[in-house]
């Protein structure tokens, strides 16, 4: 089993909508938790950290089930702008980041 | 301020040259971080300093050989590479145990 799994996508979705990103890692030591977006042939940005249960921040929300062991990621309100792939990021014991292959969102007029 | 800088942007090198890759941050972070991302996959870890000592190496061929001068700056020395090694080349830094900002990345191409 890989440690982070993602579905590549693409997710295809009109402007304004509601979107949901899973990802499932395997390590259940993992403690902490980031959500990457990353642009085309651009470094990876944070967009958001999880340490408990979850994180809300504006139109977006991550949701945490250590005991299903996934990390979910839900869009609301989609905007042009928020097309990029986005990453799925647990961190390991020993501080080093495991990537999720990622996720693509394209969002359409 | 969470910015990571990243010099050069772009390098085109010869199989028999020696360049360097450097990286700067200004956080007061004490964990740096070196990836590699080819097209269309994640970045993959390469090494991991902390408090100025490498305390990860992921296996990585020893014509990639990185440097930490300072808390603030963290080099990678290149010398002999092959084609494949052409990618993206990204930095990072972090508290302990927190979330890692990147560079802008540094383009590599071997020819």
């Known amino acids: ?109 | 301020d969470t910015e990571v800088t990243q010099t050069p942007k772009h390098l085109v090198m010869g199989m028999t040259n020696k360049k360097s890759l450097k990286c700067e941050q200004h956080m007061g972070h004490r964990a740096m971080y070196w990836y590699k991302q080819k097209a269309k996959k994640p970045p993959e870890l390469m090494f991991v300093y902390s408090y100025e000592k490498l305390s990860i190496n992921e296996s990585v061929p020893s014509r990639f050989s990185p440097e930490c001068p300072n808390s603030s700056l963290l080099n990678l020395h290149l010398h002999a590479l092959q084609p494949e090694d052409s990618a993206l080349y990204l930095c990072a830094s972090s508290q302990e145990n927190y979330e890692q900002y990147f560079g802008p990345g540094t383009r590599l191409t071997v020819t």
């Open chain 1, 1 to 109: 089993r890989k440690e982070v799994e993602q579905d590549p996508g693409p997710f295809n979705v009109p402007e304004g909508a509601t979107v949901a990103f899973n990802c499932t890692y395997s390590n259940s030591a993992s403690q902490s938790f980031f959500w990457y977006r990353q642009d085309c042939r651009k470094e990876p940005k944070l967009l958001m950290s999880v340490y408990s249960s979850g994180n809300e921040d504006g139109r977006f929300t991550a949701q945490l089930n250590r005991a299903s062991q996934y990390i979910s990621l839900l869009i609301r309100d989609s905007k042009l702008s928020d097309s990029a792939t986005y990453l799925c990021v647990p961190l390991t014991g020993r501080r080093a980041l495991t990537f999720g292959s990622g996720t693509r969102l394209q969002v359409q007029p």
